[in-house]
């Protein structure tokens, strides 16, 4: 921790310096995930070159060393340096909701530096709880934890997240979920059309929204230059949802995704297996869904 804490103190400069070297490291020595960032970027852009595929990898190996630095960063961040760096263009869609009383959830992805996302949130007056995946190493799930409550946010472990919304059920808030991570049970996944493949996507952000009865928001996070960020809040749908289909929810989060990594899409994180699943292998194990427009 005393490591990670001298280097939140270094300066830009040095940091991306740091994520310079970091870049060599990755794409030329240990050619970090090569083959699998590839293979994602030449599937979903079938229609790029391999010049053209080579371009949005090295794209995303700088994004992805600016991150790991950027992150490090975050708990020595002034208010003042993170709402100058993250700028939120329309912050009191949500804002003014959860000042009126209101709850609302917040779907983001792991486009540019989410890590920063909930702390300038919470800044712009979108008091955040960020739900994430618990890490199995102790130290680093308290580290992570130590950088993921930066600036007064309440990050929430992925297991404990129903328990959480039963004790503060009528809490004002936004509920943070990365909705485009890999589910951990593709038989009980919603299988919808993205990227040019059929995706599992977690059902848990439906599902809560419905039981919940409350309105959902997509974070968008676009890079205006290094280290500096422009965020939009879309939303995506309003309760009751008696009359809304099955998946609609998920299907408008991933077309607003979808939008957001075909502008940008070095800026997505291409290094996770996010097509290791394939559909037909969980044919007739658990309940499997698309939309009608998907069949």
Not at 10 to 23: I, K, R
Not at 25 to 36: G, K, P, S
Not at 46 to 72: C, M, Q, W
Not at 95 to 115: F, K, M, P, T, Y
Request: charged share 20%; proline share 7%.
């Amino acid at each position: 921790m005393i490591l990670f804490h001298w280097l939140s103190r270094l300066s830009f400069g040095v940091l991306y310096a740091l994520s310079d070297v970091l870049y060599i490291i990755l794409v030329h020595i240990v050619r970090y995930r090569r083959r699998v960032v590839v293979e994602n970027l030449r599937a979903a852009f079938p229609e790029e070159s391999p010049h053209g595929i080579k371009l949005l990898a090295r794209g995303f190996y700088k994004n992805l060393t600016d991150l790991i630095v950027e992150t490090i960063k975050l708990p020595s961040l002034s208010p003042e340096q993170l709402l100058h760096r993250v700028r939120f263009k329309n912050a009191p869609l949500i804002a003014d909701r959860i000042a009126a009383g209101e709850a609302v959830i917040i779907l983001a992805s792991h486009q540019c530096n989410w890590e920063w996302l909930p702390a300038s949130a919470q800044l712009n007056g979108i008091i955040a709880d960020s739900v994430y995946k618990q890490l199995s190493s102790p130290f680093f799930e308290q580290l992570v934890h130590h950088i993921r409550s930066t600036h007064g946010v309440n990050p929430i472990p992925m297991h404990r997240l129903l328990r959480d919304v039963a004790v503060r059920r009528n809490v004002p808030r936004a509920i943070a979920l990365v909705a485009d991570q890999i589910p951990d049970s593709p038989e009980v996944a919603y299988w919808l059309p993205f990227l040019n493949h059929e995706t599992a996507f977690y059902p848990g952000p439906e599902k809560l929204a419905r039981s919940l009865k409350l309105p959902v928001f997509y974070v968008e996070m676009i890079r205006a230059r290094r280290g500096f960020y422009d965020v939009t809040l879309h939303h995506l749908a309003e309760p009751p949802y008696t009359n809304l289909p099955d998946e609609a929810i998920l299907s408008a989060y991933r077309d607003q995704l979808e939008q957001s990594i075909r502008a940008n899409p070095s800026d997505w994180l291409w290094s996770h297996k996010r097509w290791k699943h394939q559909r037909e292998e969980y044919i007739g194990r658990g309940k499997q869904r698309t939309t009608p427009t998907d069949t």
